[in-house]
């Protein structure tokens, strides 16, 4: 009965026109902000944590978490109707959502999209508010090694999510891999491959190149394909998913909340690594695996319930623990502090008010985002129906904007063109360029705890660690039996008739 | 008669112009702050309480500009571009100098105008409560037991409290390993989690975080508070270590006017001594200190050396 | 070894990788094979890309689990693999290269934003985000003034209201912050 009482406290924090006013604010901010390339969730609370130093504590943290939740939402957005993730995990939302826009069918993609989000939000702030504190205990048993096996069994996706050629896509996630390595190293501190450019020291930054590589790439191969006629999309159908097709994924928008909340609680693991793990988890569970990457609406579900649950997730370590799990949460922190309060044990003690007028600004902003959502993506829906001629201008221009948004810097712009002409090579010879997001995200979390473990333990660490040996072998044959299924698929032609050809 | 009008008109140029270079004020339009991280850091949150509490003091416009990337050497980068016109200044910290070295940069420290060292953050060990080692004595105990092998946790290498950790591994004559993490949070994790032993930061890490305690702190005296209980370097019996700080200050672009260098003065002064910006400090178990121009030069060069003997000894530069 | 990990020497070394894979993908292109020799466009900047990066961990600091691990481990995979599909091109065994666009033409688009970029600096943002959406709009033979000139003065006001004023994004001002 303490949760009641403690919610009793919580609501009559934000019951009142103010508090109410604030959540639409932050949830419509957090929407176009999400949808905006650029401006992701972390930039996205950190462009308004000086705003909320002038409003009280409580009110600047329900201003501050609702755009967190709704941004992680806004991305899918940009991702389903042009194919420009508005959040990095988002990526992965594209890769179905976009087909189902080519197809017409863009407002299944958003409905899908929003209903998954909503859903898999509610589920990762229920979580979060039934089971903080031991969740995030047992997230800090996990030792540098297990986080390594992790970040590999993320990194084995790359098996499944490959059309055609699978080389080709390990190339490009290796690609992303030694991107990442460009900077100062995380470890020792040596500078590696800056050649003496300042602007190399943190190496490139995720969203400039996640913009270049989704966005300016689609631009650069319309250009090339151009014909001289602006084309209209002839046919949208803004019809938004039936109830027979809710229902028909209604497992895989649960399954993927609880993988998106779970994967969320890990410090520095985070929504797109959640979304490409459930993307994956998803696809293996599905009787309609060849419909991934063509538009399935399962696979958007999947990667927007898992973005949308890690907010929930990430909140874990931070409110129980005051350990920042997610780069929005250290803008958080730094929220809190500017109100000189302490995320933390103690913060539930001294200031319930504040926690849980943060979790029930949480369950409102989910509802509020449902209904905005709903009418918004009718008027969103229109931005298909612009002719290209306009579009494509446009879209270079938001890309330009929102890397250069990111740190302020002319260097990420360039950055962002620079990825954009590689993309438009991977897409022109068939390599995906979902991978290198994967790479550049995973890569530094597998070199960091693969270093911490060996320091720590010594090689022999990934074999007597009982838990990242388990992880690992599954990593390992979660990518080996993609490849022999695919191999033996090869030998037999005469199998060729069902749909696992097309994959 | 149009000579005399026009000498007129000289001359009352000439007046009015004498006139306001007389009561010549600084500032006249808003100034910029800039922080060596995205908003939300906590240099950021540092830079924002001494805005907040300048405006008790003054009607000039802070305006906060982030300015990421480097750890701070794009920031520094930026106003040494800018004029030297007391417009633009920035908020920096020790962990700036040690960036500087260790990227190598060909930065003189000469060039900027160091004004005003405010805050003094003692290095601190810090402990986890749910771990059997908690105490000075147990940590030099544990750490000859396992002979090396005893795991001490921080932010990046060859950062601040990777050197005070290796100070203090000399001081107390024992061995152990340092794992970084991407940052203190992380690295508080991990102590908390039992993968480490110590964790090197300043007292403000364990406040709000109840299974952290403080084993000794690095500090001519003990700290007031709620740090009152915990033992000094000296107390634990090592020499050499009364004095390791993080400290936080404002610097800007060597060569600003007369009158702005007075006003900066006058405000720093007046902050310093202010009741709410010295809670504010104290209560993150920080000193308010109010080194300026020569003394922070040279404690600044002072820690530019320490940092490049540091490094060279962990292999991060030549 | 170590005199290839920087300066002249690396110079040297990248140079070299250059000519001998262009001089690679030269010899598809004139074979049998020549219907391939785009897919082996992306191989061989893979492996040039590498060897490059290779050859500067030869100066990274010499440790058991030190800096240059994780980088080397992914630079022999990369070129592993890379070299998997350029011998995939000169069997055939890789789909064939896609039909030549209007590769001309995209070399205008790509001209056009490098130009934005340099612009942004000198221009500063308003004015050359203005005559970039309008050229474009353009060259994408768009011929309606008006609205060419809606959507560009719509994108100056919205980037200077929310981006320059609500979120406080120092976009470059270029000559035009003397004036001010």
């Not at chain 1, 986080?147 to 098996?159: D, E, I, K, Q, W």
């Not at chain 1, 993609?482 to 199998?495: C, D, F, G, I």
């Not at chain 2, 109840?210 to 003990?222: F, G, M, N, T």
Request: glycine share 10%.
């Amino acid at each position: 009965m303490e949760l009641v009482e403690s919610f009793t406290i919580g609501f009559s924090v934000i019951l009142g026109w103010k508090p109410l006013l604030i959540i639409v604010t932050g949830v419509i901010f957090g929407i176009l902000a999400g949808a905006m390339p650029g401006l992701s969730p972390s930039t996205a609370v950190a462009l308004l944590v000086p705003f909320s130093y002038t409003m009280s504590p409580a009110l600047a943290l329900i201003l501050l978490t609702s755009i967190y939740i709704a941004s992680n939402y806004g991305g899918s957005i940009t991702a389903v109707l042009i194919n420009t993730p508005g959040t990095p995990s988002a990526a992965v939302t594209a890769m179905d959502g976009y087909p189902l826009t080519q197809q017409g069918k863009a407002g299944k993609g958003l409905g899908t999209a929003l209903v998954a989000s909503t859903i898999g939000g509610a589920v990762g702030v229920l979580i979060l508010i039934l089971f903080a504190v031991p969740l995030a205990r047992v997230a800090l048993k996990f030792s540098p090694a297990d986080y390594c096996a992790l970040a590999l069994f993320g990194l084995a996706t790359v098996a499944s999510m490959s059309r055609g050629n699978v080389i080709k896509s390990m190339v490009a996630i290796l690609f992303g891999l030694l991107i990442k390595t460009i900077g100062t190293d995380p470890i020792s501190g040596v500078s590696r491959f800056t050649f003496g450019n300042d602007m190399l020291y943190d190496g490139f930054t995720l969203i400039p190149a996640l913009i270049g590589l989704f966005a300016i790439s689609v631009v650069f191969s319309k250009f090339e394909t151009w014909t001289g006629v602006g084309r209209v999309m002839d046919k949208i159908d803004n019809k938004l998913p039936s109830m027979q097709e809710f229902l028909k994924i209604k497992y895989t928008i649960l399954r993927s909340s609880i993988i998106g909340t779970i994967i969320g609680i890990f410090p520095g693991a985070g929504a797109t690594i959640a979304a490409f793990i459930s993307y994956d988890m998803s696809k293996r569970a599905s009787k309609e695996p060849e419909k991934f990457g063509h538009g399935s609406l399962e696979g958007v579900a999947a990667a927007e319930s898992a973005n949308s649950s890690s907010v929930g997730g990430a909140l874990v370590p931070l409110l129980a623990l005051g350990i920042p799990g997610s780069a929005t949460d250290a803008v958080l922190l730094g929220a809190f502090m500017l109100h000189d309060l302490v995320p933390g044990p103690m913060l539930f003690q001294d200031n319930p008010e504040i926690v849980y007028g943060i979790f029930s600004a949480l369950i409102v902003a989910n509802i509020v985002m449902l209904f905005l959502g709903l009418y918004g993506n009718r008027l969103f829906i229109k931005v298909v129906s612009v002719p290209e001629a306009i579009m494509y201008p446009v879209i270079l221009a938001i890309a330009i904007i929102g890397s250069f948004a990111v740190n302020g810097s002319m260097f990420d712009v360039a950055a962002c063109i620079g990825f954009g002409v590689v993309g438009w090579f991977f897409k022109r010879y068939g390599f995906p360029v979902a991978p290198v997001v994967l790479g550049i995200v995973l890569g530094k979390m597998v070199e960091e705890n693969f270093r911490r473990a060996v320091m720590m333990d010594g090689y022999g660490v990934f074999y007597r660690d009982k838990l990242a040996f388990i992880v690992l072998l599954i990593a390992f044959f979660s990518f080996v039996w993609p490849l022999y299924k695919a191999w033996r698929h090869h030998r037999q032609p005469a199998t060729s008739g069902n749909d696992e050809a097309k994959i | 008669m149009k000579k005399g009008c026009i000498a007129l008109l000289v001359a009352l140029v000439f007046v009015v112009g004498s006139f306001s270079t007389a009561t010549a004020k600084f500032p006249t339009k808003p100034i910029k702050l800039i922080v060596y991280t995205k908003p939300g850091g906590a240099i950021d949150v540092f830079a924002r309480k001494f805005t907040g509490i300048a405006a008790k003091y003054t009607d000039a416009t802070f305006v906060v500009v982030n300015k990421s990337g480097a750890g701070g050497i794009v920031a520094i980068k930026h106003i040494l571009s800018e004029k030297a016109d007391g417009y633009n200044f920035a908020a920096v910290t020790r962990s700036n100098v040690g960036k500087i070295v260790s990227t190598g940069n060909e930065i003189n420290v000469e060039d900027l105008d160091w004004m005003a060292l405010m805050v003094s953050d003692p290095e601190a060990i810090i402990t986890s409560r749910l771990l059997p080692v908690n105490t000075w004595e147990q940590i030099v105990a544990d750490a000859k037991e396992k002979d090396g092998n005893q795991i001490w946790v921080g932010p990046a290498a060859g950062g601040n409290d990777h050197i005070m950790a290796m100070k203090t591994w000399n001081a107390a004559g024992i061995k152990a390993k340092w794992i970084p993490y991407a940052s203190g949070g992380k690295a508080m994790a991990a102590l908390l989690g039992g993968h480490g032993v110590v964790y090197v930061g300043n007292p403000q890490d364990v406040i709000g975080r109840p299974d952290l305690k403080v084993a000794v702190i690095s500090s001519p005296e003990r700290l007031g508070g709620d740090f009152a209980d915990v033992p000094t370097f000296k107390e634990v019996g090592i020499e050499g270590l009364d004095n390791e700080i993080l400290w936080r200050g404002f610097m800007a672009k060597k060569g600003m006017p007369e009158e702005a260098k007075a006003f900066y003065h006058d405000l720093f002064d007046k902050v310093n001594n202010d009741a709410e910006w010295q809670e504010y400090v104290q209560r993150g178990g920080a000193v308010p200190l109010f080194d300026k121009e020569e003394k922070f030069l040279a404690t600044v060069k002072k820690d530019q050396e320490e940092f490049g003997a540091a490094l060279k000894q962990i292999g991060a530069i030549k | 070894m170590e005199y290839f990990s920087e300066g002249t020497g690396l110079f040297t070394w990248t140079i070299a990788l250059v000519l001998i894979s262009s001089g690679i993908y030269t010899g598809l292109r004139y074979s049998r094979m020549k219907d391939y020799s785009g897919q082996a466009i992306i191989p061989l900047i893979m492996i040039v890309f590498s060897l490059v990066l290779w050859a500067v961990t030869l100066d990274f600091p010499t440790e058991d689990a030190g800096p240059a691990l994780i980088p080397r481990l992914w630079i022999f995979w990369l070129i592993l693999l890379s070299t998997v599909l350029l011998f995939f091109c000169f069997t055939g065994k890789i789909d064939k290269d896609p039909k030549r666009g209007r590769i001309g033409f995209l070399g205008i688009g790509v001209g056009l934003i490098v130009a934005y970029y340099f612009a942004i600096e000198h221009l500063g943002y308003f004015i050359s985000s203005f005559l970039f959406l309008a050229v474009t709009m353009y060259m994408l033979s768009y011929r309606k003034p008006i609205t060419i000139l809606l959507v560009g003065t719509g994108w100056v006001l919205f980037s200077y209201l929310v981006f320059y004023k609500l979120l406080y994004i120092q976009l470059p001002l270029g000559f035009i912050e003397d004036f001010i």
